[in-house]
């Protein structure tokens, strides 16, 4: 009988020894499907023991609390062996883990957690195919880039030399339209009438040349 009462007073005594960290207070976590998440929930001083918490989560249907089944693959207490942690480990999350999470070791001494679960696929670091193409994207940038610089300077250098090529044609033909233009006054044959006192038929001078000139004589 005695033995029971100093059992019955340790007891009392654990539970009485530990004060929640955020008693009455509400937390916000934020996890994905597929993730490993750890609730929170730890005694003040780290060294006071605890009784065995009570998780519940709150039905979003009925408002009640529904009472979260430990010792199972996806939910547990995180170290049992460690006085004073009381947190919950859920691992494999999917949607309907999200939810408003209740750590509770006595009625006035508790906590609660907003559990937030986000759609979309696990994360995974880049492999290295991956990360070699994209180190060699900014090599690739910079060949196109000189590539349009060569192009551009000898397009450039290209109109630079059609206008003398242009002056150069224009001259040749000014100059061979002036040498047509010698050869057909090179064949006009200029002769000298000499008029005279009687009716006679004018006197071509110097006939043995081909370009002549003709020099007319007036009496005064």
């Known amino acids: 009988m005695l033995l029971g009462f100093y059992l019955l007073l340790g007891v009392l005594h ?6 929640l960290t955020d008693n009455k207070k509400t937390s916000k976590v934020t996890a994905h499907v597929g993730d490993t998440v750890l609730l929170p929930c730890s005694c003040a001083a780290q060294q006071s023991p605890a009784s065995m918490p009570t998780w519940r989560k709150i039905n979003k249907l009925t408002k009640d609390w529904d009472s979260v089944t430990l010792n199972q693959k996806r939910f547990q207490l995180s170290n049992v062996q460690v006085p004073g942690n009381l947190s919950l480990l859920i691992s494999h999350l999917t949607v309907e883990d999200d939810g408003l999470y209740r750590c509770q070791i006595r009625r006035d001494y508790y ?33 196109l880039g000189l590539g349009g610089v060569i192009f551009w300077r000898c397009r450039a250098r290209k109109r630079e030399q059609t206008p003398s090529s242009e002056g150069l044609t ?15 006054q090179d064949d006009v044959t200029y002769t000298t009438v000499v008029p005279t006192d009687t009716a006679q038929r004018p006197k071509v001078v110097s006939p043995e040349e081909r370009t002549e000139y003709a020099v007319i004589k007036l009496n005064q």
């Open 111 to 143: 906590t609660d957690i907003n559990l937030s679960v986000q759609e979309g696929s696990i994360r995974k670091p880049p492999d290295t195919m991956s990360m070699a193409f994209l180190s060699f994207i900014p090599v690739v940038l910079l060949l």
């Open 14 to 19: 654990v539970t009485k020894g530990c004060s």
């Open 170 to 184: 224009g001259q040749k033909n000014d100059e061979e339209t002036e040498g047509k233009e010698q050869e057909t």
